[in-house]
């Protein structure tokens, strides 16, 4: 079957049901409720924190991000993050993960750095987390810095590489020679591990400069990679429309691409749901032999803990049966704060067709099968070149795990149009 045959977009089911099916019935006071009953769970939990600042603007970026350099700007806003961290006080969460995404993390300078450790060692103690892990924009960070956020507890880091390619990071107005990241992979020993993300789809990539790229990951040798395909929407991001349409690679190539760089990741890591890689010895891998792996908005992660909660603007939750999501806006965001309140813009209460679809959609994400009874018309969609039906369990082929969200969108019963996975139509039978 030709990869080229499926260029439909399929949906990256880090929740289900995805964002954009939450509503703004779902409010402040319902929030405090259900937060309150999770906690009184003492589930174990991860607390993410969206910090939106960074220093320069990249082309590529579809986040929600504040570019500036005024640290009375940047300290106002962390103020008022210290704020909401004092709200999650009185429910007293088990928190056992800590991630600081963005944005870029590493742009607090060390006073604002260590104010935040200072205000979350208040409701955790940092050395005794599971893992405390931190986004990090290579070009922010200053000598002697990756020592001072290891002294404060964190454990993990990950670099923003994308690409290596002195031309793509020229299009993309993000400069940072391999020079400068292999420099402060010098300084990896201070954590228990390192993340790279990469990007494909990029401008002026080909598949010769992305084996270079590739080539050059592979000797700084992190623990783990990330990679997601760029999504090209100045439509949404009008600063996307600095990127020349004539410059993207071809969109039928993009399949044949993302299965190149699997392959050559292959050779030094183990591959662990769709985009995930990690070396043999990395807790992620471990969880990928034992069965374990989790979903979470920040994608696939060793499952030590499943449910989490999201501070800062924009930032989401995921808890029990609740998902919730952030107000966006920085003026909206201080004066929620402000007026003593959670500052939730819409939420979700899950029904238990959610439950049992998520279950299923999250264990084909995170280990290629899952046990699924009752949705015979979905199964009789998936060519058995993609996965096979046995026993009342589905488990994927190779080929099916490159077309893995395609498959995952035929349990989702909330997209608007049923989504075909292959161009005529099909039968299968149970093996």
């Given at each position: 079957m030709?990869l080229r045959?499926f ?6 089911y880090t929740?289900?049901p995805?964002?954009?099916q939450w509503?703004?019935?779902f409010g402040k ?8 009953a999770f906690?009184?769970?003492?589930t174990p939990?991860?607390l ?7 220093a320069?603007?990249?082309?590529y970026?579809?986040?929600?991000i504040v570019?500036s350099?005024?640290?009375?700007k940047?300290q106002n806003f962390l103020?008022?993050?210290?704020e ?6 009185p429910?007293h969460?088990?928190i056992?993960?800590i991630?600081?995404g963005?944005g870029?993390?590493?742009?607090l300078d ?6 935040l450790c200072?205000?979350l ?6 050395s ?7 986004e990090?924009?290579?070009?922010t960070?200053r000598?002697g810095?990756l020592q001072?956020y ?6 993990r880091?990950?670099?923003?590489v ?9 299009a993309?107005n993000r400069?940072?020679p ?12 201070f ?9 494909y789809?990029l401008?002026l990539?080909t598949?010769?400069?992305i084996?270079?790229t590739?080539a ?5 040798s992190?623990?783990?990679v990330?990679l997601?395909?760029?999504?090209h ?10 990127i020349k349409?004539s ?5 039928d190539?993009l ?5 190149e760089i699997?392959d050559?990741l292959k050779k030094d890591?183990?591959?662990i749901g769709l ?15 034992m069965?374990t ?5 920040n994608?696939?992660t ?13 930032s989401t939750?995921?808890f029990?049966?609740?998902?919730c999501?952030?107000?966006?806006t920085?003026p ?7 007026d003593?309140?959670?500052?939730i813009?819409r939420?979700?209460r899950?029904?238990?067709?959610d439950?049992?679809r998520?279950?299923i ?10 046990v699924?009874?009752g949705f015979?018309?979905e199964?009789a969609?998936?060519?058995?070149d993609?996965?096979i039906y046995k ?10 795990r490159?077309?893995l969200?395609n498959?995952?969108a035929l ?11 292959a ?5 299968r039978?149970?093996?």
């Amino acid at each position: 079957m030709n990869l080229r045959e499926f260029t439909t977009e399929g949906n990256y089911y880090t929740s289900y049901p995805p964002l954009n099916q939450w509503t703004e019935d779902f409010g402040k006071d319902e929030y405090e409720i259900r937060l309150s009953a999770f906690t009184e769970s003492q589930t174990p939990c991860h607390l993410y924190i969206h910090i939106p600042f960074c220093a320069k603007l990249c082309y590529y970026c579809i986040c929600n991000i504040v570019i500036s350099n005024d640290r009375e700007k940047i300290q106002n806003f962390l103020n008022h993050l210290l704020e909401e961290i004092n709200f999650l006080k009185p429910y007293h969460p088990k928190i056992r993960e800590i991630q600081l995404g963005g944005g870029t993390p590493s742009h607090l300078d060390r006073k604002q750095f260590f104010e935040l450790c200072e205000k979350l060692n208040e409701l955790v103690d940092l050395s005794s987390l599971d893992e405390f892990a931190m986004e990090i924009d290579p070009r922010t960070v200053r000598d002697g810095d990756l020592q001072f956020y290891s002294s404060l507890g964190v454990t993990r880091i990950s670099f923003g590489v994308q690409d290596f390619d002195s031309e793509v990071q020229k299009a993309i107005n993000r400069i940072q020679p391999y020079e400068m990241v292999s420099e402060l992979m010098q300084e990896r020993h201070f954590f228990k591990g390192v993340n790279f993300d990469l990007l494909y789809g990029l401008p002026l990539q080909t598949q010769k400069t992305i084996q270079e790229t590739l080539a050059k990951v592979r000797r700084l040798s992190p623990d783990r990679v990330t990679l997601l395909k760029y999504c090209h929407a100045p439509e949404l991001r009008q600063h996307m429309k600095l990127i020349k349409n004539s410059d993207l690679p071809p969109k039928d190539d993009l399949q044949e691409m993302f299965v190149e760089i699997v392959d050559s990741l292959k050779k030094d890591y183990e591959w662990i749901g769709l985009d995930h890689f990690a070396k043999p010895h990395d807790a992620l891998s471990q969880a990928a032999r034992m069965g374990t792996v989790g979903r979470t908005f920040n994608g696939f992660t060793p499952g030590r803990v499943r449910d989490l909660i999201g501070i800062g603007p924009t930032s989401t939750g995921a808890f029990g049966e609740t998902y919730c999501q952030n107000i966006y806006t920085l003026p909206e965001y201080y004066a929620s704060i402000e007026d003593g309140e959670f500052p939730i813009l819409r939420g979700y209460r899950m029904t238990p067709d959610d439950l049992k679809r998520r279950e299923i959609i999250f264990n084909l994400m995170c280990n290629q099968n899952s046990v699924i009874e009752g949705f015979e018309k979905e199964l009789a969609q998936i060519p058995e070149d993609l996965g096979i039906y046995k026993d009342g369990r589905l488990t994927l082929t190779t080929q099916g795990r490159v077309l893995l969200r395609n498959i995952c969108a035929l349990f989702d019963n909330r997209k608007k149009k049923t989504y075909k996975i292959a161009q005529k139509s099909m039968t299968r039978r149970a093996a």
